[in-house]
């Protein structure tokens, strides 16, 4: 009964509490991705119309970055605690709490990555009939996707992470298990939990920089162009 | 009676501010961790950024060492090291977790303001005779300072905020007065100390850019750094 011992003797690894607990950690990782997921899709919803409205009218652009930039300041514990009154003991309290976070670095992106799409290329558009619309959904927004992708990925990456603190008032994925274990000093548990949920951030960070190759084919035909293209050149040279 | 009043009845009730359990005294223990942690941090990062900066090697290390600081969860650490043979030495769990995560923003920042010096002015100072040491002292350490104190600056909010985190695997600072909150279900007591730690994060934030402004040896209107938030919040 060599895999019952781990769990008396408290090992750090305990191949067993994986096996007779795998039912708690799987709905631990679920809820942590779940919260993850609301709150970075809610954050994406949010941030976007109030990138918008910043590039739209200046006035509003100071405003809104400085806002975005204080609620970063506030530490998560506290942020969580303001929101208890306002939600209750819910899931919303940490889904809230992070989109709040989530907006700061999101904005900023969306700005930077659309404030980078070059004039020449707006005018081409107009000049073929592009209305606002199409011009933002089909030329402007594509070409601030690498902004925007890198704004998503750091955001992501560090709600995973910051996910865990919602074990407070107890929806906190991962981040239950690690606050259990710490109470019961059970070692196995928040070892487990803890790799989990850095390998929860590595493969979000991961599966997004997959979606960011998918959706900018062009960053890559063009490297595959100037490559022919020197190729092209040689040979003309060799000729 | 309403949360916000009975919020201002917590904060305004002296006996709520003195003893062990105390505002005073949580407010000392998270400023003086806060502090000792920063200043460790600080001794370790900023050398070792500096130099590296001033050789030019060792930049995929500094961003990758702000990168996995932003996929670890600052809770897992503090857990883990208080559940290691470290956590019955007092509060070295909480300094050691604090330390860590403040190194990231302080390399990075100290790494990137050393390497977006001018080139030209380096040569400049070379040509001049001064040596490596004085190239540091005289030329890229005033040219980066601006991204250093912006870099300590985001190390000091995350470590108030970690300190706060601490709170949770029973070390001091404002934090306990949160959790002792949710343990007494008292609502008001949570709320109190959530806007006494949210204010000191906002406030620790307002004297570094404050103390930015007035310490930057080359004070003259400079194009603002596009430098985004350093480090996750914790």
Known sequence: M???????????????????????????????????????AIGLLVAFPLALVARRWKVVAGPVLGATTVLYTVPSLAMFSLLVPVFGLSAAVVVTGLVLYSLTVLVRNILAGLAAVPEETREAARGMGYGPVRLL???ELPLALPAVMAGLRITTVSTVSLTTVGAIIGYGGLGNLLYDGMRSYFKAQVLTASVLCVALAVLADLALLLVQRLLTPWTRTRRRAGKRGRVVVEKAVAA | MGVIERTWDWLTTGAHWSGTDGVWHRLGEHLFLTAVCLLISCAIALPVAVLLGHVGKGGALAVNISNVGRAVPTFAVLVLLLLSPLGTHGSWPTVIALVLFAIPPLLTNAYVGMREVDRDMIEAARGMGMTGGQVIARVELPLAFPLIVTGVRSAAVQVVATTTLAALAGGGGLGRIITAGFRLTDTAQVVSGALLVAGLALLVEGAFVLLQRLLDPMRRPRPKAAAAPGTAPA
């Not at chain 1, 709905?27 to 942590?32: E, K, N, S, Y």
């Not at chain 1, 779940?34 to 970075?40: F, Q």
């Open chain 1, 2 to 40: 060599a895999h019952q011992n781990c769990l008396i003797t408290n090992d750090w690894i305990c191949g067993a509490y994986v096996r007779t607990r795998s039912q708690e950690l799987t709905d631990a990782t679920l809820q942590h991705i779940g919260i993850t997921l609301a709150s970075v």
């Open chain 1, 137 to 139: 959904f089909g030329v």
